[in-house]
């Protein structure tokens, strides 16, 4: 059993002991930690002392809501429940409803097992590292002031925020929403038994696209591994082969992550969705990018070529977010499908992410394969090493670092080894007890390669 606290917020199993796992005890604890951060930040001004909470379908979904919702009602945090929502939904509910915060309970890629509290600011974005280490300063405390009966928060629930939603997304400029209902697309749509079976539907009637979805009962009983992924998606990559359809869609539980399956039936690459979607806006707004060390190179190649500059941020939204902002990036994200589009807001939205590629594919005129074939090519391979309580991963990354000295080192998060034509990350997940090992190259042979040599390497400094 596991409870992981970090930037990407509070992590772990269901059931077992207090402090080991994501418990009701530990779920009260966090829940007021994050009030007692967020009453702080608010007290004295205009900002009304209301928190958003939203989740997604996992099975655990309904105890963690009864749970944090009481809990910030206790705090005095007037409670506004937006139901089954995707993470970006969450996210622009607070700033549409002037909410001090918002709590996002959702695990998202982890399987069945796992749940999650994701933390949200005021601008629905999630907290910075300096504010996330305050509330798991106030957690370890355990100093909460609970209102007395006067006092106590009222709840409320309004499921009007995926309409919002999806409002907000037709009404980008560069979402073309005219010629997408013209073009008449049909596709294939997996949301892995949670909330974006509910969500996208919604999207796709007001685009005008046909669509068939496959495990789309938002019960929370994920029907293979919910990372989207290659090697998870026999079914839909199967059902897309029959020839049937313009494209495959598939999203993570909370519908933050999006990839994109070829007409063929061939995966276009979960690092070529954010490509694909910023080769698409920076031709009709030209500027900066981002994305983290663990993604394609192909970004950086797009951005110049569209006469922008590439940055490069940890690993984690809200540090990609923290520097879109540094180099005011027109678009940014990360290699997990995760697409940011500041325009709309500075969150990871599969539902922008489809809108914006939907549009390119009708402006190139283009199959999705064809649209694949014209982006930079690069292989990259994604790999991971268990962790045992004994590793010091620390002590691993240092020697790792003196090995390949000679090589343009970055460890502002763990340690990237840039070569002239390829490089390889090692990194100690946030969200699992993990290191994730992703490398890349100009053919899958060379990026597995890589990729095996420094896990191998790696396993040997964990036997000695």
């Known amino acids: 059993m596991t409870l992981i606290k970090s930037i990407s917020g509070i992590r772990g199993t269901i059931g077992g002991s207090v402090g080991d796992t994501l418990n009701p005890l530990d779920i009260v604890k966090f829940t007021s930690a994050y009030a007692t951060f967020i009453a702080g930040e608010v007290d004295g001004n205009t900002i009304p002392r ?119 997304v037709l009404d980008l400029p560069l979402v073309d929403v005219s010629a997408v209902k013209a073009r008449k697309f049909k596709v294939c749509v997996d949301t892995i038994n949670s909330v974006g079976g509910i969500i996208l539907p919604k999207l796709f009637d007001a685009l005008g696209v046909e669509y068939d979805i496959i495990n789309g009962e938002a019960n929370g009983d994920f029907s293979h591994n919910p990372e989207p992924l290659e090697r998870n998606l026999d079914t839909i990559m199967t059902k897309m082969r029959s020839g049937n359809y313009d494209l495959g869609i598939v999203v993570d539980p909370d519908v933050d992550r999006l990839a994109f399956i070829s007409e063929d039936g061939t995966m276009f690459g979960e690092e070529y969705t954010l490509v694909s979607v910023a080769d698409y806006v920076l031709s009709k707004t030209p500027g900066n990018t981002v994305s983290n060390l663990s993604s394609t190179r192909a970004l950086s190649d797009v951005t110049k070529k569209n006469g922008g500059e590439y940055f490069a941020s940890a690993v984690g939204e809200v540090n990609v977010t923290t520097l879109m902002k540094e180099v005011n990036a027109v678009i940014g ?132």
């Open 50 to 168: 209301q928190i958003i909470v939203g989740r997604d379908a996992r099975i655990s979904g309904d105890m963690v809501r009864n749970v944090v919702c009481g809990t910030l009602m206790g705090m005095g945090f007037d409670v506004i429940d937006i139901g089954l929502a995707s993470t970006p939904t969450t996210e622009l509910a607070v700033t549409m409803s002037k909410s001090a915060g918002g709590i996002i309970i959702t695990a998202s890629h982890n399987p069945r097992q796992w749940n999650a509290l994701k933390l949200l600011n005021s601008k629905g974005e999630f907290l910075s590292k300096t504010d996330a280490e305050k509330v798991l300063k106030i957690a370890e405390e355990e100093k909460f002031l609970y209102a007395d009966v006067d006092n106590l928060g009222h709840y409320t629930q309004d499921a009007s925020y995926d309409d919002k939603h999806v409002k907000a």
């Open 333 to 464: 994200g990360e290699g997990n499908g995760g697409v940011i589009y500041p325009a709309c807001h500075y969150g990871r939205d599969a539902l922008v992410g489809i809108a914006l590629f939907l549009t390119s594919l009708v402006e190139k005129g283009c199959k999705v394969s064809e649209l694949r074939a014209s982006l930079p090519e690069y292989y990259i391979a994604k790999n991971r090493i268990d962790l045992t309580p004994e590793t010091d991963i620390d002590a691993i990354l240092l020697k790792v670092k003196e090995l390949f000295a000679n090589e343009r080192i970055t460890d502002i998060d763990g340690v990237k080894i840039d070569f002239a034509d390829r490089w390889v990350h090692l990194r100690k997940s946030n969200t699992e007890p993990i290191i994730r090992v992703y490398s890349e190259a100009s053919t899958m042979k060379d990026a597995e390669e890589l990729g095996c040599k420094l896990m191998k390497l790696v396993n040997e400094m964990q036997k000695s």
